[in-house]
């Protein structure tokens, strides 16, 4: 059975200060990787994601994401954060030829002026 | 373009009474999904359909029925009513499976009293 585990119920971080949020995930086969991004009262927006290729992938608003087969993981980052940054952020994980879209728990970033 | 558009955005139903959630999408897209939310729980898929006519049981299925007679609609039913299902209900769409991203509603705030 596929799963991801996001082990950080909240990220606290400064303006300006680099961030990453952890994900890591269990399929079978090569997976598909996705980050969205949930603003409050809002349906979750697409980030970024990973297919194939290039371990890191690049996303919106200045977010990307790394590819560690070896340790099943795909950290999401951000070179300087932004107050503007501080939502709910949510990992997700597709197994190959499964049809499901499996979420992590959340994370809840919070970036301090 | 309106994308995914789930009504009502909120409902509070009693113990016992039946309702069901609407979910349309323009983009022409065949897969479709229901989501709940529940703090600290992420997202559960609780059922997804790869075309009309064709549904399948997410991780939790128990108490919801859905039905897709066409490709634009994929509404969620709730029989019997229960606490337990007091949650945010987000619908979803995407053109196809694998590393395609979803594309998801602003979600139905739903409490069971």
Redesign the interface.
């Known amino acids: 059975a596929q799963s991801v585990a996001q082990p950080e119920d909240q990220v606290n971080v400064a303006e300006g200060n680099p961030l990453t949020v952890k994900c890591t995930y269990s399929v079978s086969g090569n997976p598909y990787l996705f980050w969205y991004v949930q603003y409050p009262n809002r349906g979750l927006q697409f980030l970024l994601k990973y297919i194939t290729g290039d371990n890191l992938v690049k996303g919106s608003y200045g977010f990307e994401a790394e590819f560690n087969k070896s340790q099943t993981s795909f950290h999401l980052k951000k070179p300087s954060a932004l107050v503007s940054d501080s939502a709910l952020y949510f990992c997700a994980v597709r197994g190959g030829g499964t049809d499901k879209l499996i979420f992590g728990t959340g994370t809840r970033l919070q970036v301090f002026p | 373009n309106a994308g995914?558009t789930q009504t009502p955005k909120f409902r509070i139903l009693k113990i016992g009474q039946s309702m069901t959630l609407q979910c349309t999408q323009d983009m022409n897209h065949n897969?479709m999904?229901w989501?709940r939310q529940d703090p600290?729980?992420?997202?559960?898929?609780i059922y997804?359909s790869?075309g009309a006519g064709i549904t399948?049981k997410?991780?939790v299925p128990n108490g919801y029925n859905v039905s897709r007679s066409t490709t634009e609609d994929f509404p969620l039913r709730l029989e019997l009513a229960a606490p337990s299902q007091t949650s945010v209900y987000?619908c979803?769409s995407s053109y196809s499976?694998?590393?395609e991203?979803?594309?998801?509603?602003?979600?139905t705030q739903l409490s069971v009293l």
């Open positions: 995914v897969y999904y989501y600290g729980m992420g997202l559960k898929l997804y790869v399948d997410g991780e987000f979803a499976q694998g590393g991203k979803l594309f998801f509603g602003s979600g």
